[in-house]
């Protein structure tokens, strides 16, 4: 029988706080996990909340006008698989950046001094030979999209420029990544319109209230060290107030997205169909799960309710999913 211990990685060779056994320390050449963990591969999370405002918003868009022979009302496949790909690529881009930017400071910090960049794994060249490598396979997906979308998905690279040093100049840094993170609200849109309108625009609003949101309970786990190094968040800001400003940040997302279902006009007669707004429901449960779950100063616990916003993510997306679906088994009334 194989030794389960076989698949970890010598301390020396992980991040501290990535998971011990990964597909990345199991399948790919021990050379490559630095690499891998730069991308943050081993930690799929990030990605996962990259993409679904990308995919939200290619499941919203396509039931903007009645199910028809060319409109199904179905988010494409196609797109959906394009928009997984670039969110892998693109956030292990964005996060090689953020490292290159931040090699100091997370030298300082106890939970980020053991990436590859402070802990001498790879080397700034290398780091940047990476970078770019991730952002032209980014840019190879991005360019499947209409002229519309590409031009869209390249503006988003100064959102994801400007981020990195938010944290040096305002408590707001997590509005920074909002910005970033939520862009793929506009995308899905565009991507199938070729154009935008007001309902992706409150979609994007409210993903940047839930990510400003998910983003402060991470930032509690390092906010002891933050404040020595002299890094600034919303976690910082808020305090022993974060639970009041999660509460104010994830109504209006639940509000915002509300906004963006009914002014879409999702269903095959111009209204919304109830599953949209039934997985609304759901999602704020959750939503108030999380914060009556939550004790800032447990950095295990906040992890724990970080990630959990991926099962957010679901809730929304299959919500619309199972609206097309609804919309398709109503009969659409002529005349």
């Known amino acids: 029988m194989a030794n389960p211990k076989s698949s970890l990685a010598e301390p020396s060779d992980r991040v501290s706080d990535a998971p011990v056994y990964n597909w990345v320390y199991r399948m790919l050449p ?114 499947q999209f209409n002229v519309f979308a590409v031009f869209l998905g390249i503006l988003s690279l100064a959102t994801v420029a400007i981020y990195p040093f938010l944290k040096r100049v305002t408590d707001w840094p997590q509005l920074g990544l909002g910005l970033a993170f939520s862009w793929g609200a506009l995308m899905g849109w565009a991507g199938h319109w070729g154009s935008l309108s007001l309902a992706p625009l409150l979609l994007y609003a409210g993903s940047i209230l839930w990510t400003i949101g998910y983003d402060t309970i991470y930032a509690h786990q390092d906010k002891e060290d933050d404040a020595l190094v002299g890094v600034r968040s919303t976690a910082r800001l808020f305090g022993r107030h974060t639970r009041l400003a999660l509460a104010v940040l994830y109504l209006g997302t639940i509000a915002l997205f509300l906004a963006a279902f009914a002014t879409s006009g999702i269903g095959p007669a111009g209204g919304p169909s109830w599953p949209a707004y039934a997985a609304l429901a759901v999602g704020a449960v959750q939503m108030i799960w999380q914060l009556t779950s939550l004790d800032i100063d447990d950095p295990d616990q906040c992890l724990v309710l970080f990630k959990s916003n991926t099962v957010f993510g679901w809730i929304i997306f299959f919500g619309l999913v199972f609206s097309a679906l609804w919309s398709l088994s109503v009969p659409v009334a002529v005349g």
């Open 30 to 143: 021990k050379a490559i996990w630095p690499y891998a963990q730069l991308a943050r591969w081993d930690r799929p999370i990030g990605w996962q909340l990259l993409l679904w405002p990308c995919w939200w918003s290619a499941a919203l868009a396509p039931q903007a006008v009645a199910p028809s022979a060319v409109h199904t009302g179905l988010p494409s496949l196609w797109h959906l698989a394009l928009f997984l790909l670039g969110a892998i690529a693109m956030r292990g881009a964005g996060c090689t950046y953020n490292d290159l930017v931040d090699h100091e400071i997370d030298d300082k910090v106890a939970r980020t001094r053991s990436r590859p960049l402070p802990s001498g794994r790879v080397s700034r060249r290398q780091a940047k030979i990476f970078l770019v490598l991730q952002a032209l396979f980014g840019f190879l997906v991005l360019i």
